[in-house]
């Protein structure tokens, strides 16, 4: 039983408590998301003037620098059209230089000088065209990278714009994540972020999140996030 003192009342028992203060701080949350690795730089490369697949200067997996040939169309006739009309536009040349002399010297009409300049400019012209035309012949990288794919074979006749190879670039790699909906709010441009390989004995980079998609994925209710490694 409680022992009672003489005024009759019990004994009350107190807990010793004490406090602290803890200094004002910005709490960081962390989340895990599974990504995928792709090459910041990848273009499909298309045939701008179509014809039979001559040849293919590199082999798939070979590494290739930026303006060097990877195919060749076959470009004989376009050579031929090509060297006459450069051959037109030189003989126009020499004939518009000739009679420009002898007009200056009023030698000549006006209108003789004006039909030299005129044939001067449209043999000019259509050496143009032919040069563009036959340097499209030549597929060459706009960047440097690897030959990644090809998707079709020497000898086989490709349209304009037809995609016949792929190039990936590997100097820069970004991982793509999905980023559930309700934690869109919480990430922002610009902010680091930790990226962890597993099959590389955890090998961990720091990096910043570089883009940060607009528009939801409706299957899986994410938007992209993408982060480029260095």
Do not use: C, H, W
């Not at 009309?85 to 009023?106: G, H, I, M, P, T």
């Not at 922002?188 to 004995?201: A, P, T, W």
């Not at 409706?218 to 996030?225: D, E, G, K, W």
């Amino acid at each position: 039983s409680e022992a009672t003192p003489e005024n009759g009342k019990k004994d009350t028992k107190f807990s010793l408590v004490k406090t602290a203060k803890f200094p004002a701080g910005a709490f960081t949350g962390t989340i895990d998301l599974l990504g995928v690795v792709k090459a910041s730089k990848a273009a499909n490369l298309s045939a701008e003037e179509g014809g039979k697949i001559l040849k293919f200067n590199k082999s798939k997996g070979e590494y290739v620098k930026a303006g060097e040939t990877i195919l060749e169309l076959d470009n004989l006739l376009l050579k031929s059209n090509m060297d006459a009309a450069k051959a037109n536009y030189d003989l126009a040349e020499v004939n518009f230089q000739k009679l420009e002399r002898v007009y200056k010297e009023n030698a000549s009409s006006e209108l003789a000088y004006l039909q030299a300049k005129y044939q001067r400019d449209a043999a000019k012209a259509n050496y143009d065209l032919m040069k563009s035309r036959y340097d499209k012949t030549f597929i060459k990288a706009p960047f440097a990278g690897y030959f990644d794919d090809k998707f079709a074979e020497e000898g086989e006749v490709v349209a304009p714009g037809q995609a016949v190879l792929s190039l990936v670039s590997s100097s820069e790699v970004k991982v793509v994540i999905g980023v559930p909906e309700n934690y869109v709010a919480d990430i922002k441009q610009g902010e680091k972020v930790k990226v962890r390989f597993k099959d590389l004995n955890g090998a961990e980079f720091t990096s910043k999140i570089s883009y940060i998609g607009k528009t939801i994925n409706a299957s899986n209710r994410t938007f992209p996030v993408e982060v480029v490694l260095p």
